[in-house]
């Protein structure tokens, strides 16, 4: 049995399993009142832009653009939307995160540091031979539930999660964060179709809606074209949020209720509206941003734009 089944045990309460990385500040989690507490995530979301940023100066370099695009949207979901712990990242009650867009793993990795999953020592050599962090999100790491990378792959599986747990009676979100220009992949609808038909209310699917991919910007691929309004048509729920602004991002990935307080009878769509690279100024809505090796002097440089603008580079 390996490390990772014998910790899934159904009978265990949730809360209970791993503890946290040891020598890792943990900070408060699931039910965290992000309107209260904005200015607290504001400077987690500051750290997890700053560590990003030092991950793709490696010599691997990174996916630095489509990760500071992500951070406030995953440091929503880890600090204030959903049940994911250090304590209970093998529940098979917890609530779920797949990152379908896995070239943003730079993010992820720097939130579940973040969230006391991961220890911060594992980024220092990130993507790199042998290192425990590769380039895209992979399962033998804690936290991350499936390889994702390949593009259109991410919300099919969590169409199937979220079918499992309604047949098996289990509770718990899952969360699929896809790219906007992943939406052209013709999975993505396959999946879309499936859980519009089985009406999973238990299933929110997030678009990082940077406006670019990795070598145009999706306007020049789809023209008018509106993905979102076609999810629309299909019955799911459409919701649109700054996805920099902690406050409105805490307010619409809260879980979704229907009726009497049971799960909705849609699946939720939201749509973040956010900057690639954002927080770096001379690198912001730059598709030479999608990847990049940050020499010392581009790391100092970047890291320089980061203090200039402070916590608050989510525009919160």
Request: hydrophobic share 40%; net charge neutral; charged share 15%.
């Amino acid at each position: 049995m390996t490390p990772r089944a014998e910790a899934c045990d159904p009978a265990r309460p949730l809360g209970t399993g791993r503890p946290a990385a040891a020598g890792v500040e943990t900070h408060p989690g699931p039910g965290y009142d992000a309107s209260d507490s904005v200015g607290e995530l504001d400077r987690i979301a500051a750290r997890v832009r700053e560590r990003v940023t030092r991950m793709c100066a490696g010599p691997e370099g990174g996916h630095l653009g489509g990760s500071l695009s992500l951070v406030e949207v995953l440091t929503t979901l880890y600090f204030s939307s959903l049940n994911i712990t250090a304590a209970n990242v093998d529940h098979p009650d917890r609530d779920i995160v797949i990152l379908s867009k896995g070239h943003a793993g730079a993010a992820l990795y720097a939130t579940l540091v973040e969230r006391g999953i991961l220890p911060a020592e594992h980024t220092d050599r990130y993507g790199q031979p042998g290192a425990p962090l590769g380039g895209h999100p992979s399962p033998h790491v804690p936290g991350i539930e499936v390889a994702t990378g390949s593009l259109g792959h991410g919300l099919g599986i969590g169409v199937g999660y979220a079918l499992a747990r309604r047949l098996q009676g289990r509770p718990g979100r899952v969360v699929v964060v896809l790219g906007d220009g992943e939406l052209q992949e013709g999975a993505v609808w396959e999946a879309a179709l499936v859980a519009a038909a089985r009406r999973l209310g238990n299933l929110t699917a997030v678009v990082d809606k940077n406006g670019l991919q990795q070598s145009t910007s999706t306007a020049a691929v789809l023209g008018s074209v509106d993905p979102a309004a076609g999810l629309g048509a299909l019955g799911w729920t459409i919701a649109n949020v700054d996805g920099h602004d902690l406050r409105a991002l805490g307010a619409t990935l809260a879980a979704p209720t229907g009726a009497g307080g049971s799960l909705p009878s849609a699946p939720l769509l939201v749509v973040a509206e956010t900057v690639k690279a954002r927080g770096i100024a001379f690198l912001e809505r730059k598709v030479g941003s999608h990847f990049v090796t940050l020499d010392e002097s581009r790391l100092a440089r970047s890291l320089q734009a980061l203090t200039s603008t402070g916590p608050g580079a989510g525009g919160s």
